[in-house]
């Protein structure tokens, strides 16, 4: 299985300052057809995951792009450029290259 | 719009059984693979199992095989999780989710339901 790890575990952000999380994962997330499945996700407290980034770095439909991805391989990285009141949960990386899907262990960011 | 509800969840005894339901709607249901993750109480995330758009193809988590059983009947957008042999490890919520993109079987999950708990305890 493929094992990821996001650091750190938790980070507290002033309103308006940025935020970077990173992602590792045991084997590169880099398909022979070019694609890189390495997705981010956002639990808000009491609510379901939402998908934000897939395929690295292309954000979802409607989220707003003070939210970015980046990485190749192995090594990724989630960037919120200011972070907001509402982005306050528990944030995870998951890969999809091979079953079983795999998440991180989740990093929690909430608001000084 | 898009909307998957989880629906089946509850205290059952270990040893014992219980079937989850997920009730899609608002996209087209025999297009996409559908999946379990589950969420033990104050933990992270675990995927459970995977059936492909026409339910020829299903995958499962070594911490269910042989337990648990995915299953999907397109004719009535419903995908199902017959979970047997139920142990205190597996409580947790469980949430039913699609995948991003059609045909796949392993992808990234875009719509996710409210989810549904189950809690196995005498």
């Known amino acids: 299985d493929i094992v990821m790890t996001q650091t750190p575990l938790s980070l507290s952000v002033t309103p308006g300052q940025p935020a970077s999380i990173s992602c590792k994962s045991s084997?590169?997330?880099?398909?022979?057809?070019?694609?890189?499945?390495l997705y981010w996700y956002l639990q808000k407290p009491g609510q379901s995951p939402q998908l934000l980034i897939y395929?690295?770095?292309k954000r979802l439909s409607g989220v707003p792009d003070r939210f970015s991805g980046s990485g190749s391989g192995t090594d990724f990285t989630l960037k919120i450029r200011r972070v907001e009141a509402e982005d306050v949960g528990v944030y995870y990386c998951?890969?999809?290259?091979?079953?079983?899907?795999?998440f991180g262990g989740g990093t929690k960011v909430d608001i000084k | 719009q898009v909307q998957l509800v989880e629906s089946g969840g509850g205290v059952v005894q270990p040893g014992r059984s219980l079937r989850l339901s997920c009730a899609v709607s608002?996209?087209?249901?025999?297009?996409?693979?559908i999946h379990w993750v589950r969420q033990a109480p104050g933990k992270g995330l675990e995927w459970v199992a995977v059936?492909?758009?026409?339910?020829?193809?299903?995958y499962y988590a070594d911490s269910v095989k042989g337990r648990f059983t995915i299953s999907r009947d397109n004719s009535k957008n419903m995908v199902y999780l017959q979970m047997n042999s139920l142990g205190a490890e597996d409580t947790a919520v469980y949430y039913c989710?699609?995948?991003?993109?059609?045909?796949?079987?392993?992808?990234?999950?875009?719509?996710w339901g409210q989810g549904t708990m189950v809690t196995v305890s005498s």
């Open positions: 989710a699609k995948n991003l993109w059609q045909w796949l079987v392993s992808d990234g999950l875009d719509i």
């Open positions: 608002g996209f087209t249901f025999s297009s996409y693979g």
């Open positions: 059936i492909s758009y026409d339910g020829s193809n299903k």
């Open positions: 084997q590169s997330l880099l398909h022979s057809d070019g694609k890189t499945y």
């Open positions: 395929e690295v770095s």
């Open positions: 998951m890969q999809s290259i091979q079953l079983p899907l795999t």
